[in-house]
Structure formats: C-alpha cells, structure tokens
C-alpha cells in the first residue's frame, strides 16, 4: 500500500512495542467505523506483532436489541456483527438489486458491515467492536468500561497497553449542536475511565482525523481550543492522512461526500474549493486569508479549502455553511493524550 511505503517517523511510534494490546475505537460511530478501521491498519504496519482491535459505537437508549448484532459472550455491553458486504440477499434487501456495488449508508451497523472483519486475537469474536453507548445513563457507561476491559484479559489476559479513541473534526472537544453531550467525549470520558481507574496501566491518546471538517466547530472555535490542549501538554504531534487513505478508500467507496471521510479524501484529491477567507458560525467570509498566517501548531496555513456542508442549522433555522480550514487541517490527524483531553473537557462542561 502506498501510506505502508511512504510512511516517515511517526508521533505514534513511543506508544508502540512488540507484542502490545492496541484498542482503535471510532468515538462517535457512524463512518468513524471506517477511519477506525483505515488507523488500526496503519498502526499493524508500525508494529506488525502487535494485537490490534478495532471498533466504533453505537448510541442506545436502553437494552434494546441491535439489529444485525451478535452479543460478545459474557460481556452484554459489547456486539460484533457478520461480514456481509458481499451477501446477494443482504444487497438486495438494503439497495433492491443483486448487482448494486455496494450497501445504501445509513445510520445502522451497515457502517460496520463494510469493514472487513478479523478475529478478535484467534477468537470467534470479531473486529469491529461495537460499543453500546447510552449517553445518559452512567450506570450503563461503567458497564461498558468494565466490559472493554474484560474483553483485553479474556483475549490476552493483560490490560490494553494503549487505547486509542478516533474522532472526525473534533467535536470530542464541544461543538455547535452536541455540546457536552455528545456520544464522542461520553465516550472519551468511558476510554478514560477504564484505563485509568480500571486497568490503572496503559496509555489513553486521542485522534482527531480533519480539524473541523464536520462543522461542529469554526477555525477560530477550534483555535482557542486547541491552544487550551497544547498549553496543558496534551498535544503530540501530527500525522498526514496521505498515509491511511488507501484503506480509507476501501471502505468509503460510494459513501456521499458529505460523510467525514469523503471530505478528507476530497482535500487529499484537490476536489474542495480554494477559499481567500476564513469564516465562521454567522458569516461565510468573514476575515481575509495571509500567505504569512501560521496555524495553532505553528505550521504555515499556505492555504484555506472550503468544507463540505453538512447537517447542521444556525438558531434560525438556516443551513451553515461548510467550515474554511487550512489544507493541513483538512488532511491531518493530530495526537493528543485522551486523559489530559478529557479531564479539561470535564473541567470546562
């Protein structure tokens, strides 16, 4: 694969020994399946001895029963589901013919159904890990913790030795719609809690995939946020998504432009208008673009690109606009410590 052979020193390589237990967890579901998935292979080929799970999170309101969802045995709080990408029938029921290339993407575990699917550590459980999420109940969320934990000492009998929770654009840090309620920092709050206060080893660290792109938040939002992270010492470093995009594509084959993924892929390909502006929540163009402009990190913006516009809605009732972020925030995954993440989130909320 390309992202194999162009790979350089990587921020991840301190946090990776042979032999280690890795848990890759997409923190707000949906298509944070796909770049859970497209990370876990990217670390494999850093450390190839290491035993790597993948996985994501489904949001529940109680005990329902998840369609299309097997129990991990023993551990209720955690499913996995068959491969069924290739399935006629299944094509069938979900796009209405045989010979449709691939499932129609919707809100369900079609997400993790398109992934390609391993055994958890020789067993007959499954990667991706699904993880049910009721993110008002705290109860069901220490369930969860301790079953994540279980899962690694039934497996291999050790704690993880690093778990590492993925998030889209960064709304694990608040956002315009989600606020302090979202599924991303409940379940960053749950990460951190099983490493620290239940296995009380291991290293928690959090993947922000594309700044911004799923329009939670704004350039200058995203800014005075990750300003707070970097004086508090949570940042790590940063990443070219360049080097996950094969196995990206893999998975996001199809899927609309405005799911994250796509929109990163977009910016890798040139697809996404050149902007000479930044703007914000209100404004579309709101303050003109420097060559001289540096970023947050220090790095040279050199140039804006236009998000795809999402879901979201001002208070009005209006479509926002697309956020306009540097090139590299749009490309890059950046590396922070998870507990010094989500203890200033807790602090702030």
């Known amino acids: 694969m390309a992202g194999a052979e162009s790979r350089s020193c990587s921020c991840f390589d301190e946090f990776l020994f042979e032999g280690c237990s890795v848990l890759v967890l997409g923190l707000g579901g949906g298509a944070d399946a796909q770049g859970a998935y497209a990370l876990a292979q990217y670390l494999q080929t850093m450390q190839p001895t290491a035993a790597i799970t993948y996985g994501t999170v489904k949001g529940v309101k109680g005990e329902e029963e998840v369609p299309h969802a097997i129990l991990v045995p023993g551990l209720d709080q955690l499913l996995f589901t068959e491969e069924r990408k290739h399935d006629p029938k299944f094509l069938l029921e979900n796009v209405g013919t045989q010979n449709a290339p691939m499932p129609r993407w919707v809100g369900t575990v079609l997400y993790e ?26 109860a069901q969320q220490e369930k969860l913790a301790q079953d994540l934990y279980k899962l690694t000492i039934k497996l291999t009998n050790k704690p993880w030795d690093l778990v590492v929770g993925l998030d889209h654009g960064g709304d694990v840090l608040g956002g315009v719609e989600e606020g302090g309620s979202g599924r991303d920092i409940i379940m960053s709050r749950v990460l951190d809690h099983m490493v620290s206060d239940i296995q009380k080893s291991g290293r928690f660290l959090i993947c922000l995939h594309g700044l911004c792109i799923d329009g939670e938040n704004y350039f200058d939002e995203m800014t005075e946020k990750i300003e707070q992270m970097i004086q508090r010492g949570a940042y790590l470093g940063r990443y070219p998504i360049y080097d996950l995009q094969d196995w990206l594509r893999q998975v996001c084959a199809g899927m609309p432009s405005t799911k994250t993924p796509m929109i990163m892929l977009d910016a890798i390909d040139g697809k996404l208008e050149v902007k000479s502006h930044y703007n914000s929540i209100e404004t579309h163009e709101d303050r003109c673009f420097n060559e001289s402009d540096r970023d947050v990190f220090g790095d040279k913006v050199d140039q804006l690109l236009q998000c795809t516009a999402r879901h979201h809605h001002k208070k009005d009732g209006s479509k926002m606009y697309g956020p306009i972020v540097p090139r590299n925030w749009a490309t890059s995954g950046y590396l922070f410590d998870g507990h010094i993440l989500t203890d200033w989130m807790r602090s702030t909320l």
């Open 113 to 138: 159904q398109t992934i390609p699917h391993q055994n958890v550590f020789g067993s007959e459980v499954k990667s991706p890990i699904i993880c049910r999420l009721n993110t008002s109940d705290a």
